[in-house]
């Protein structure tokens, strides 16, 4: 079946811009996370969605980034006034029911230059 | 910070046992060890997770020492395309949408 899926799978973009990054998770996934990973790093936790609700943005870095879930489906992070330390890889991830999965599934990811 | 330390780098001939430890001595009694890898230039994918007892499926094992300060993942028959970046993790099943990432081993399979 089909996985989480990202787009666009690369994005650059000058520094003050804002940018939009999507997720669709796997169908049927109420739980969704974003995390975001620098170059050589592990990932960081960014958001947790159960369903529409997110529950936890404690991992949000500061008040440009944002991110919502619609339909219990499709997620968009959104990063106002980019800034060249965003530059990193964008990672979705979804799994059943949330807390109490022992498996996240992720996606390719968004790599974002800031320029 | 990371709960877990991995060594940065390991190797393993291909068709050998790749076995890659990881240390969590201050694990509490209710957290996890979770075993992640990620391919270059994809998303992380799961292989295991254990509490107390040693787990094994398709992917691999999971060995964890009597009182819980260390695990050791096995891919028994280890081959090219194992070759990736393995992250050891540990979490409360509870706030485990949080996990905390370190920076893993880079696991080079050799032919």
């Known amino acids: 079946g089909a996985g989480v899926s990202q787009s666009p799978s690369n994005k650059v973009t000058e520094k003050g811009k804002d940018v939009e990054l999507r997720c669709d998770p796997i169908?049927?996934?109420?739980?969704l996370y974003w995390y975001r990973q620098s170059l050589g790093q592990g990932l960081e936790f960014l958001i947790y969605?159960?369903?529409?609700?997110?529950?936890?943005k404690s991992g949000l870095p500061s008040d440009r980034f944002s991110a919502e879930r619609t339909g219990g489906s499709v997620s968009t992070l959104t990063i106002q006034r980019t800034q060249q330390e965003d530059s990193a890889v964008y990672l979705c991830?979804?799994?059943?029911?949330?807390?109490?999965?022992?498996?996240?599934?992720f996606g390719p990811g968004t790599r974002l230059t800031v320029t | 910070d990371a709960k877990t330390t991995q060594p940065p780098s390991m190797d393993c001939a291909e068709g050998r046992a790749a076995n890659l430890p990881c240390n969590h001595s201050?694990?509490?009694?209710?957290?996890?060890v979770y075993w992640y890898r990620q391919i270059h230039s994809q998303g992380p994918q799961y292989i295991i997770h254990?509490?107390?007892?040693?787990e094994t499926n398709e992917m691999a094992s999971l060995i964890i020492t009597e009182d819980r300060k260390s695990s050791t993942l096995i891919l028994p028959h280890a081959t090219l395309r194992d070759t990736a970046v393995y992250y050891c993790?540990?979490?409360?099943?509870?706030?485990?949408?949080?996990?905390?990432w370190g920076a893993g081993t880079k696991l080079i399979i050799k032919p």
């Open positions: 993790i540990v979490s409360f099943i509870y706030s485990n949408y949080q996990l905390i």
């Open positions: 201050t694990i509490s009694g209710n957290e996890y």
């Open positions: 969605f159960q369903g529409n609700s997110a529950p936890d």
């Open positions: 991830a979804s799994s059943p029911s949330g807390t109490g999965d022992f498996e996240q599934y």
């Open positions: 169908s049927g996934h109420t739980a």
């Open positions: 254990g509490l107390k007892n040693n």
